[in-house]
């Protein structure tokens, strides 16, 4: 891929999150998440690529999506597939709550997983534990060896998890073991994202959560050097069929990170909605300007970039 593509991609992810951002806080979910989507199909319009998305967000709760099999970009530059999620954290937005992201990932063609839109379990981490965790040993294992391996104690680990009914024993084993405990409302792809940036302080991401927010926050911690591996959890035989539709012939194991990007070159671009832990979100300023915080990394070359955006509204007619 192009590098010049990198910031391409920003720029339709800060579209993206300026169209939300006018509804943090209203209690519209569906309403943010619309505009999002809007904005972003508008602005891949000008983006020079090919590209098929292979993951889009909205199917589960019916809101609006830009849909698997799309045609995006002006089809002039290489064949890609992306993978979207114009708002990741729709319920964050609503409540004017923190970690709220409009996020994109771009792969050589044929890369991406295509990952039905169902629950994935999943282990995230840091590059500090690349390599030397199993999402298939017990949890409890997976917790001694991360401590020896960051030469600390259990009790001093810090791991983050949804907060969700589905959660409770994994809560119960973790509050056993004496781990400290950071419960998020939403945010999946921030919070698999977090164990690789020291600032967070999370060492683990565990639990449940979207199957395409998973390959989203895998081809972030490729770009970072952390880790995601994740499994399916298809609820009904609807969804086993599914999967087998996409070309997923063992649901059930345990996906690492090629099975979910592939061994080529990634890009990972996100820019905040509302403020979070590593990106700020859009603020409005006088003389109808905004700022934007995005993050935008390239996983061939490990380059990652904290892009700070001042934008004049009156020149952006797809936000009209």
């Avoid at 960051?150 to 983050?160: E, M, P």
């Amino acid at each position: 891929m192009q590098r010049e593509l990198s910031l391409e991609i920003v720029r339709v992810t800060e579209l993206a999150a300026l169209a939300s951002a006018r509804w943090m806080g209203r209690g519209e979910k569906n309403e943010a998440d619309a505009a999002a989507t809007a904005a972003m199909r508008a602005m891949f319009d000008s983006v020079s690529i090919k590209g098929t998305v292979v993951i889009g967000e909205g199917e589960m709760d019916e809101a609006p999506m830009l849909y698997i099999g799309e045609e995006v970009g002006n089809g002039e530059g290489p064949e890609v597939d992306v993978a979207v999620d114009p708002l990741e954290g729709t319920e964050l937005v609503a409540k004017g709550l923190n970690n709220a992201l409009a996020v994109i990932a771009v792969a050589n063609k044929g890369n991406l997983l295509h990952a039905p839109d169902m629950y994935m379990e999943k282990l995230a981490f840091g590059p500090a534990l690349r390599g030397k965790l199993s999402l298939a040993d017990p949890l409890t294992v997976t917790l001694e060896k991360a401590a020896a391996l960051l030469h600390k104690n259990i009790a001093d680990l810090t791991v983050s998890i949804l907060d969700r009914k589905r959660h409770a024993d994994i809560m119960g084993t973790l509050r056993r073991v004496g781990v400290r405990i950071k419960l998020l409302s939403d945010g999946d792809v921030a919070g698999a994202i977090a164990p690789a940036f020291p600032e967070s302080g999370i060492d683990l991401y565990v639990g449940s959560g979207g199957a395409p927010e998973g390959v989203l926050a895998a081809a972030a911690l490729c770009c970072l050097g952390g880790e995601l591996q994740g499994r399916l959890m298809p609820a009904d035989q609807s969804e086993l069929d599914r999967c087998a539709s996409m070309g997923i012939t063992d649901p059930h194991r345990v996906l690492t990170m090629e099975d979910m990007i592939g061994r080529e070159d990634v890009i990972f671009a996100a820019t905040g909605i509302t403020p979070g832990d590593f990106l700020g979100g859009v603020r409005y300023l006088p003389d109808q300007r905004a700022e934007t915080h995005s993050l935008v990394m390239r996983a061939k070359t490990r380059t990652i970039r904290f892009i700070r955006s001042l934008h004049y509204l009156p020149n952006k007619p797809l936000l009209v």
